[in-house]
């Protein structure tokens, strides 16, 4: 079974510019959440969607959005990049059901310059 | 105070060694909790995945979970130099809330 694929796997941009990154969940998996990872930070949720919505939501601010497609397959959208920014970009799947737990991508590597 | 507290190492230990990793929690409506594990430039890997209190063994992993005192462990037997990675606790209430992450320990396993 394939695992979850997250495409670029490195991206460089400018400040200002904007960046969509995609995820395809593990088939059959309905739930797609996705992470920023910084050393300083660690994992920071920043949104989960579930049958095409969003159904939790971390606290970043307006510019990161989500959306989901109706075969699962999510994408995460930051607008106006700034330098922090810079992260790793982890997005994990699940069934979204009860006792089922998630499973990572390898991440997109964002650097900002 | 951090919702979920973990030692961030370095932890540095002998081939063949038991490690013990840990976490704390402050939030006692946490029910489900994960162990992964990150090797550099790699998304995280699920390694352990349990309900409520009690252990569970798979393999050479053991995760304990002690709810009374909001306190989790990960227990790695004989460990070898592969295993030297990130560790990662996770945990959440019920199955829809999301998940609040450790900030991770890492662990060099020394041949």
Redesign the interface.
């Known amino acids: 079974k394939a695992g979850v694929t997250q495409t670029p796997r490195y991206l460089i941009k400018t400040r200002g510019q904007q960046v969509t990154l995609s995820c395809s969940p593990i088939s059959g998996h309905r739930s797609v959440s996705w992470y920023q990872q910084t050393p300083g930070q660690g994992l920071q949720f920043l949104f989960e969607y579930f049958s095409e919505t969003q159904r939790n939501k971390g606290n970043f601010p307006g510019r990161f959005s989500g959306r989901q497609f109706s075969n699962s397959r999510s994408e995460m959208n930051v607008s106006t990049l700034e330098l922090g920014d810079s992260a790793l970009y982890l997005c994990a799947s699940s069934a979204g059901t009860p006792n089922q737990p998630q499973h990572f991508g390898d991440g997109t590597r964002l650097s900002i310059l | 105070q951090k919702e979920v507290e973990q030692d961030p190492g370095p932890l540095s230990v002998p081939e063949g060694a038991i490690v013990s990793l840990n976490c704390t929690y402050s939030n006692s409506a946490f029910q489900?909790f994960?162990w992964?594990r990150q090797y550099s430039?790699?998304?995280?890997?699920?390694l352990m995945?349990t309900?409520s209190s009690g252990n569970k063994e798979d393999g050479r992993f053991t995760a304990q979970v002690d709810k009374s005192s909001k306190y989790i462990s990960l227990f790695i037997r004989d460990s070898q130099p592969s295993d030297s990675a990130t560790y990662?606790c996770a945990m959440r209430g019920t199955?829809?809330?999301?998940?609040?992450?450790?900030?991770?320990t890492s662990l060099s396993v020394i041949p």
């Open positions: 489900y994960m992964y430039r790699k998304g995280p890997e699920l995945y309900y990662l199955s829809y809330d999301k998940v609040i992450f450790g900030p991770g």
